[in-house]
């Protein structure tokens, strides 16, 4: 069979099951009303949490770095692209998250993959939450070590994994260890209970990974992330955030001691073997990370807990403990989720339907995220489009 037949052939799979996807073109800046294939449309499917994506003062920051750096950076940072961008970027990140020392990654992807490649692989074991992001998973899987999974947010499956761990590796202990989980979950914005992973990750003389992607700049003193929020940070030895959520820009990065970062430089494959960013992207995330410290960004943070608690409460749902700002709909069947998300696009609503791979099989959903930029009628309107849909909504996949 010829390529083209065979890949037609898959996408007709994907067709029927209704898992076929598209990139929909956007003629406008991120923001909370956006341009989507010509259509205005109130859009609650960014995780620009903080709406800085379009700030003044980071596009400012970059056409600044424009101005004295240029466009692109040249070669990877340890060949001759290490622009002051990036030294300045890491030098901030390492204070605002507390740690000896930080490193930028060009994605949140490549920091995953480079950070547990290097540090992890064969004869090692790494332990995940089920529901770690695909980049997470694919630098597990990649790495060598071998994997064991433990029910999602579930403390006594995780304590059963490392029990057996410890029975598997002997008196002799060879073998590391790494327990890795997100700390607000990327599809159903749940929080890890991360004080108690972390008593159980020393307990069992294991290593800890969090991935704050979807709480960096929104929890915690001045948006440090959850880690900070519940006062674990310092017993977290490798803390991994992003730059293109909550901050604004694009980008990855990797918080910690001396030693990991070091070792990262020397190991991570992503790392030492990719072209460094523009350097206009660490100015803009530079210019993300100053605003969340600033009165401004709690002012943000503010505007954005109301909105998540107006949308709780009129949409009747239980309110969550520790509140991020992504509230899946879990309607299980695609075929309905997709159906729900053309409806709400019929009323200039973008809400996006999430699928496999994105989610399990039959868990799909309608995500909804809302960031500081939309106001409270926004948010009505919302509800009021949902409300119409008249679909039995689910807040959690265990429901
Ligand atoms: C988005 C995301 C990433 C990847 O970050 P990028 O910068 O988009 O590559 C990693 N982990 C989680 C939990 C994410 O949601």
Redesign the pocket.
């Known amino acids: 069979m010829s390529l083209d037949a065979e890949l037609s052939q898959r996408l007709d799979v994907l067709r029927e099951q209704n898992l076929f996807r598209q990139v929909r073109r956007v003629d406008s800046p991120q923001s909370a009303h956006i341009q989507i294939e010509g259509k205005p449309c109130l859009n609650f499917s960014s995780?620009d949490y903080l709406g800085l994506a379009n700030h003044l003062a980071l596009k400012q920051a970059a056409i600044d770095a424009i101005e004295k750096y240029g466009a692109g950076s040249g070669a990877s940072r340890l060949v001759c692209g290490s622009l002051a961008p990036f030294h300045q970027l890491d030098t901030v990140l390492a204070k605002f998250k507390q740690t000896q020392a930080a490193l930028t990654f060009s994605?949140?992807?490549?920091a995953?993959l480079g950070t547990i490649g290097a540090l992890m692989g064969r004869g090692d074991i790494i332990i995940l939450d089920k529901l770690v992001?695909a980049?997470?998973v694919d630098a597990a899987k990649s790495c060598g070590a071998k994997i064991r999974v433990f029910a999602h947010n579930d403390l006594e499956d995780l304590e059963k994994k490392l029990k057996w761990v410890a029975k598997s590796r002997g008196p002799s202990g060879q073998g590391r260890v790494l327990v890795i989980t997100?700390s607000i979950f990327?599809m159903d914005g749940d929080a890890a209970p991360l004080s108690e992973i972390v008593a159980l990750k020393k307990k069992y003389g294991a290593w800890l990974m969090v991935?704050e992607?979807?709480a960096t700049g929104i929890l915690g003193k001045i948006g440090r992330g959850l880690a900070n929020h519940l006062g674990v940070s310092n017993q977290i030895e490798i803390q991994m955030g992003?730059?293109?959520?909550a901050l604004g820009a694009?980008?990855?990065f990797i918080c910690g001691s001396r030693p990991l970062i070091d070792t990262l430089v020397n190991c991570a494959r992503s790392f030492i073997f990719s072209t460094a960013p523009v350097p206009a992207a660490a100015a803009a995330a530079m210019a993300g990370v100053q605003i969340a410290q600033l009165p401004e960004g709690e002012k943000l943070r503010q505007r954005l807990k109301s909105l998540v608690e107006q949308f709780q409460s009129e949409m009747h749902s239980r309110k969550l403990e520790i509140p991020g700002a992504i509230i899946p709909i879990i309607l299980r069947d695609e075929t309905k989720a997709v159906h729900a998300s053309k409806k709400l696009r019929e009323q200039n609503i973008f809400v996006p339907a999430i699928r496999y791979p994105s989610v399990a099989r039959g868990a799909a959903r309608l995500r909804v995220t809302l960031t500081a930029a939309h106001t409270p009628d926004d948010v009505s309107r919302l509800v009021c489009a949902l409300k119409s849909l008249s679909i039995a909504f689910q807040r959690r996949t265990d429901e």
């Open positions: 995780n994605t949140g992807y490549a995953a992001h980049c997470i997100e990327s991935d992607a979807h992003t730059l293109g959520k694009s980008g990855g």
